[in-house]
């Protein structure tokens, strides 16, 4: 079974500060990769997405994450995080040929101004 | 607004009752999931229907049980439920049902059993 793990749960960081979320996942084979972010009171919505070609996928708000295949990671970056940023992010991976995602614990990131 | 909604946001239900959670889209998908969302522990699947074929059934217990009478609509039929059910269900849905599809999430039925 596929399982994903994001490590330190609960982020703490000042505006202008860079942010990196770890992703690792279990799984072997071919995958399709996913970040969601929730903001407060907000539904959950895709941040960006990874299927092939350039491992370093830009998404929206400024957000990039980069795909390594021998390290089975999907790890997210922002240069500079602003307050608005203030959420909960959560990874999750697909296997080619089934219709599952598996989602990570997530990542409560709060931004201080 | 994702264009997916949900009724009711918030349910408090005893042990005994018989409650359902509906979920409706309208971005004209083809398949639509249900997911358990618990304090501290990942979402997890629990039903995947593509054109309104139940695709997947995650081992969930049969107190539980989903319906949907057409692409649009889904339901989660709760009957006895545990307190340990207490969670946050979402509904999503998706273009086609595959697994690289964008999944557009409602806001979710917070769910007490008490």
């Not at chain 1, 907000?42 to 996928?57: A, E, M, N, R, T």
Request: with cysteine.
């Amino acid at each position: 079974a596929q399982s994903v793990s994001q490590h330190n749960h609960h982020v703490i960081l000042s505006e202008a500060a860079s942010l990196e979320l770890g992703c690792n996942y279990s799984y072997g084979g071919t995958v399709n990769l996913f970040w969601y972010v929730q903001y407060p009171g907000q539904h959950l919505q895709l941040l960006l997405k990874y299927f092939s070609g350039d491992p370093l996928v830009k998404g929206i708000k400024g957000f990039e994450a980069e795909f390594i295949k021998s390290k089975f990671s999907f790890n997210l970056r922002k240069p500079s995080v602003q307050w608005s940023d203030t959420a909960e992010y959560f990874c999750a991976v697909n296997a080619l040929g089934n219709n599952r995602l598996a989602f990570g614990k997530g990542n409560q990131v709060v931004v201080i101004p | 607004e994702t264009g997916v909604t949900q009724t009711p946001r918030h349910l408090v239900m005893g042990m005994t009752n018989k409650k359902s959670l509906k979920c409706e889209q309208h971005l004209g998908h083809n398949a639509m999931y249900w997911y358990k969302q618990s304090a501290k522990k990942p979402l997890e699947l629990m039903f995947v229907y593509s054109l309104e074929e139940r695709v997947e059934n995650n081992s969930v217990p049969s107190r539980f049980s989903p319906e949907c009478p057409n692409s649009s609509h889904l339901f989660l039929h709760l009957h006895t439920l545990q307190p340990e059910d207490s969670a946050l269900y979402l509904c999503a849905s998706s273009p086609r049902g595959q697994g690289n599809d964008e999944q557009f999430f409602g806001p979710g039925t917070r769910l007490t059993v008490l």
